[in-house]
């Protein structure tokens, strides 16, 4: 078992009910839609749903169309090329049981659906006294899943990358250097890979701001709940944020590959 990964998996345990405290304790985000279209969208009341929603069982048939959106969404996610290799024979993905209709509107707060995926380089050309590689990467549509403040104490602060069309926040670990070594020796044998974690934010303009907002306010990857991405349908997809995390050079390759267009036309309009 990956001592890295179990620790990344627990951290994300740990963090799982921090995005919504997060995205509703904070101060209500400016709006950037006109006072008339505030009218018409309650979405840009985001901070207040929870206490006014109606929650209901899914339907299957609006489950089965987020599993379809979710399978989408992993096909046109770029993945780790060789070495890596899958590390689990039967990945799980889940689709949440219920949604809800925010009370005195014809407003849904639409299913959740959530992805991961595991990869492992363990090449005969590593020698053998180094750790396996491994990469994750996961997918979360109508809302955020796990970790808010981020990877590790020995590394830099969350921060916004530029990337066109996508809202990106990234975070890398400081390598940690052999201090046995002396100079002449190989560089890749005197420092770890850094490791990064890097997680893009597909949403509409509104939403986007506040995702700027808190990260701006607290130096972390920002969370957000359904509550947030209100819907006219229960089935929609409103938010896809995904995220990789694995070395740093192997992230910012998966990265360059991201067809947010692609991505972006799957997003409700």
Not at 102 to 127: C, F, H, L, N
Not at 167 to 179: E, G, I, K, N, R
Not at 254 to 269: P, Q
Request: proline fraction near 7%; include cysteine.
């Amino acid at each position: 078992m990956r001592y890295a990964a179990i620790a990344f998996a627990s951290c994300i345990s740990m963090l799982l009910t921090l995005p919504a405290t997060a995205a509703t304790t904070g101060s209500k985000p400016d709006s950037l839609r006109s006072q008339a279209n505030q009218k018409i969208n309650p979405q840009v009341t985001r901070n207040n749903v929870d206490s006014t929603t109606s929650w209901t069982d899914a339907m299957k048939e609006s489950q089965a169309q987020l599993k379809k959106l979710l399978t989408k969404v992993l096909m046109a996610t770029p993945k780790p090329e060789a070495p890596y290799a899958p590390a689990e024979e039967t990945p799980s993905d889940q689709v949440a049981a219920k949604a809800g209709m925010v009370k005195g509107t014809q407003r849904w707060v639409p299913i959740e659906a959530w992805a991961q995926r595991e990869y492992e380089a363990t090449g005969s050309e590593m020698d053998e006294d180094a750790v396996a590689k491994f990469l994750d990467i996961q997918i979360a549509l109508n809302g955020t899943r796990g970790l808010t403040s981020g990877i590790a104490t020995k590394s830099d602060k969350p921060h916004v990358v530029p990337m066109d069309g996508v809202v990106a926040v990234q975070q890398t670990s400081l390598p940690v250097v052999d201090s046995t070594k002396v100079q002449g020796d190989d560089p890749q044998h005197q420092a770890d890979e850094p490791m990064t974690l890097l997680r893009l934010y597909f949403v509409d303009p509104d939403l986007e701001a506040h995702v700027l907002k808190l990260q701006t306010e607290t130096s972390a990857f920002p969370g957000f709940g359904p509550t947030q991405v209100l819907a006219d349908h229960p089935d929609e997809l409103r938010s896809i944020v995904i995220s990789f995390y694995g070395p740093k050079r192997d992230v910012d390759a998966l990265a360059k590959r991201i067809d947010v267009s692609a991505l972006r036309r799957l997003l409700a309009g």
